[in-house]
């Protein structure tokens, strides 16, 4: 799970920095969500590390789309909703790994 998490966050960390209007926020939480809601119905951790991969694919897309957006153009009110997504997805990534035998389930 840290090999997927580590980068779902930076990317979420650059978009808190770098994304300028609601759109590319809503973007990101939503990829984020659907992630989240995956993870809850995970059956194995094999498949929890696939969704983290499409997690990485779809950031990164969203990186190169909103590459030269400016930090001063965020919210406080859109960095809190990609932390409170961001928190929900790791909550669920650890309960659903427990759930499946434990942290080291994910290589933690």
Not at 2 to 23: D, R, T
Not at 53 to 72: G, I, N, S, W
Not at 75 to 85: I, L, R, T, W
Request: hydrophobic share 45%.
């Amino acid at each position: 799970m840290k090999k997927f998490l580590i980068p779902v966050v930076a990317f979420a960390a650059f978009l808190m920095v770098s994304c300028s209007g609601g759109s590319p926020i809503d973007k990101a939480i939503g990829v984020i969500e659907d992630a989240t809601a995956k993870v809850e119905k995970a059956e194995s951790a094999e498949e929890i590390e696939k969704i983290g991969e499409e997690v990485e694919a779809k950031m990164a897309e969203l990186e190169k789309e909103y590459k030269d957006l400016d930090e001063k153009d965020i919210s406080d009110a859109d960095k809190e909703k990609v932390q409170k997504a961001m928190g929900d997805f790791a909550a669920a990534a650890m309960k659903k790994a427990v759930e499946l035998g434990g942290s080291d389930a994910l290589g933690l």
